[in-house]
């Protein structure tokens, strides 16, 4: 069923006015639908959204109407269907759940049927992390999307502050439930992994700014149909980082330690569509696109720097018998300390990834997306970071983490 947004996009993405007809036409819509269309065009007018002439329907330009606009696209890109979310009780619900740590139905103090359809439509898009079914407990990451979707309908979002290791007892729960339900189950395991890597693959991409939604990236590795309207090097982009994910995959499966080669490796696979970049340290100076204040390494002291982060990893697994809490410290030492190198001249945060995500999985750690509700923090608490900082990592690092872990053990379930 078509709804006001379906409307205001078609109207707003295409410009011009438009006769009733020819949106419908435009939304793929059956005649019969032009008087329930009609009505909603007077209700959008009524909001002040598009505009009524002699031409017919068009949209009204300013800085709200825009706002939406790019709300909704944030949606369309990532699979999320905004029918689901762009509701004034979503908009209560969240701006509720924010004051809490972890919350319950009862903290929420709406019906408990429409509790559990926010919920599970939060938590199939990556926003919400559960902790139990039974009670019920969870806790919802807040992204600027998630805030400007609260203060589009006019709530305020007030957001309570976690300490550092929250929700690290819930991550050794969940660690040694993932490690019965996995013993023996590797068919279902490497099925699961499938869907996961989509996701990381469109997850991780959007970072650097490949504009493939996600629909597209499952059509493209699954279906092997390529997006029309776009260049080829954007589509090997996407095709490259998969082989590279799927390496990653293999040398985990070989057991493979990191090494400066295989690192390098990494980043020959992922940038074959850029073969003068591919797998080369640079030999000049670069600075972070949007983040200039970013402490990068002089080009002259990577190789050593390189050297120096192998050899501390090695100690590292010379050591051995480490508990869940030095993996994790580790984890957030070895991305940003690789990310501060930043050994290439484009294509070092993809690698940084997959370098970090072949630690963890060598851990026994299963971790194969980040998930769009933590992706914005994530990149707040890397190379969008002024400063570094491996503790505020390790926070992010433990939800991402824990919401793997149970994703793979309801799905293992």
């Given at each position: 069923m078509v709804t006001k947004y379906d409307i205001f996009m078609e109207l707003y993405e295409n410009g011009g006015p438009r006769k009733i007809i020819d949106i419908v036409k435009g939304l793929q819509q059956k005649k019969s639908e032009y008087d329930k269309i009609r009505k909603i065009l007077e209700t959008l007018i009524g909001m002040k959204l598009i505009a009524r002439n002699e031409y017919g329907y068009e949209r009204i330009m300013n800085q709200h109407n825009q706002h939406l606009f790019e709300m909704l696209k944030y949606c369309i890109k990532n699979d999320v269907n905004y029918n689901e979310l762009f509701d004034e009780t979503v908009a209560k619900y969240l701006s509720r759940v924010f004051l809490k740590k972890t919350f319950g139905v009862k903290d929420i103090g709406i019906h408990a049927r429409t509790f559990s359809k926010i919920s599970s439509t939060l938590q199939k898009n990556g926003f919400l992390i559960p902790i139990s079914r039974k009670p019920f407990k969870a806790f919802v990451p807040y992204t600027s999307f998630l805030g400007d979707l609260i203060?589009?309908?006019?709530?305020?979002?007030?957001?309570?502050?976690?300490?550092?290791?929250?929700?690290?007892?819930?991550?050794?729960?969940?660690?040694?439930?993932?490690?019965?339900?996995?013993?023996?189950?590797?068919?279902?395991?490497?099925?699961?992994?499938?869907?996961?890597?989509?996701?990381?693959?469109?997850?991780?991409?959007?970072?650097e700014g490949n504009p493939l939604t996600l629909r597209q990236i499952i059509k493209l590795l699954k279906e092997k149909i390529v997006p029309e309207n776009l260049s080829v090097e954007l589509v090997q982009e996407v095709q490259n980082y998969q082989k590279a994910f799927w390496q990653m995959l293999q040398n985990v499966r070989d057991e493979l330690p990191l090494s400066k080669e295989s690192m390098l490796n990494y980043h020959f696979i992922a940038l074959q569509h850029k073969p003068e970049l591919a797998g080369k340290i640079r030999d000049g100076h670069v600075i972070l696109r949007g983040n200039p204040d970013y402490d990068v390494a002089d080009y002259k002291e990577i190789n050593p720097l390189l050297d120096k982060l192998i050899k501390r990893y090695n100690g590292y697994l010379i050591r051995g018998g480490h508990s869940l809490k030095d993996i994790l410290e580790f984890a957030s030492y070895l991305h940003n300390e690789f990310q501060h190198i930043h050994?290439?001249?484009?294509?070092?945060?993809?690698?940084?990834?997959?370098?970090?995500?072949?630690?963890?999985?060598?851990?026994?750690?299963p971790i194969f997306d980040i998930p769009l509700g933590l992706l914005e923090r994530y990149v707040f608490a890397t190379k969008g970071s002024k400063k570094r900082d491996d503790k505020k990592l390790g926070q992010i690092l433990q939800q991402i983490i824990l919401y793997n872990l149970k994703a793979i053990n309801e799905k293992l379930l």
């Open positions: 203060l589009y309908f006019k709530q305020r979002p007030i957001v309570a502050k976690i300490r550092q290791d929250e929700y690290f007892n819930e991550i050794k729960k969940e660690f040694a439930r993932f490690k019965k339900l996995s013993a023996g189950n590797n068919r279902r395991y490497l099925e699961i992994l499938e869907a996961f890597q989509i996701r990381f693959i469109h997850h991780s991409l959007s970072i050994p290439f001249f484009d294509g070092n945060s993809r690698t940084t990834r997959l370098i970090t995500f072949h630690f963890l999985q060598m851990s026994s750690i």
